[in-house]
């Protein structure tokens, strides 16, 4: 599976959007982008996927550029439950295919 | 509704002591997953099964071990405890298709101290 590059930490406001970047240069064209959250003494929790296209749920949008190279993770009002480490993963879909969890984003919702 | 549950939530073991941890399902989902995960780390993957099957990762110590006796339950066994050994231990499930919505399904973990 391609290797992500997420930057370590970012803090933002309660109420506002939270863009949180994700590198993946190396995608290959079968790979798909997945977003899961940690909060604090809890597993994962899937957010969103995509492939090439834009995609928005109850949780996030996902914006994926033209060339897959980066995608955006959109919370698009961060409340302090929003608190977490988010993992950007790349990985093909295969039956029974793991999931390789890198360093993740950890973000600080602010009052 | 819990879906899928691990116990206990903490678990203190004493150095060179077997230790056993659990995992149950009620998703009847067909892969179960064992994940590690070190204070301030990402979780890292130890094994999985696919029904019966069991894929072991290339880099997981012989001290660790898993059993499945049965769609609904999966046992992480840690032979020989060591230091360096305790952290988060996941369980997560997923059907095993090979649709692009397959997602994970993670426990809360059990938190494992080796004293």
């Known amino acids: 599976d391609a290797k992500t590059t997420q930057p370590p930490s970012m803090d933002c406001a309660e109420g506002r959007a939270a863009n949180l970047p994700c590198n993946h240069s190396?995608?290959?064209?079968?790979?798909?982008v997945y977003w899961y959250r940690q909060i604090h003494s809890q597993g994962p929790q899937y957010i969103i996927h995509?492939?090439?296209n834009n995609e928005t749920n109850e949780m996030a949008s996902l914006i994926i550029t033209e060339d897959r190279k980066s995608s955006t993770l959109i919370l698009p009002h961060a409340t302090l439950r929003d608190t977490a480490v988010y993992y950007c993963?790349?990985?093909?879909?295969?039956?029974?295919?793991?999931?390789?969890f890198g360093g993740g984003t950890r973000v600080l919702v602010k009052p | 509704d819990a879906m899928v549950i691990q116990n206990p939530r903490y678990q203190v073991t004493q150095f060179g002591k077997p230790v056993t941890l659990s995992c149950s399902q009620t998703l009847n989902h067909n892969v179960m997953y064992w994940y590690q995960q070190k204070s301030s780390q990402a979780p890292k993957l130890l094994f999985h099964y696919y029904d019966k099957d069991f894929n072991n990762e290339a880099d997981t110590p012989d001290n660790f071990q898993s059993r499945r006796p049965n769609t609904s339950f999966c046992f992480l066994d840690i032979r020989s405890p060591g230091l360096g050994d305790a952290a988060m231990y996941l369980c997560a499930t997923s059907r095993g298709g090979a649709g692009e919505g397959e997602k994970l399904f993670f426990g809360s973990g059990t938190q494992l101290s080796v004293l």
């Open positions: 993963i790349v990985r093909v879909v295969a039956a029974g295919n793991k999931l390789t």
């Open positions: 190396t995608i290959s064209g079968n790979e798909y």
């Open positions: 995509g492939l090439k």
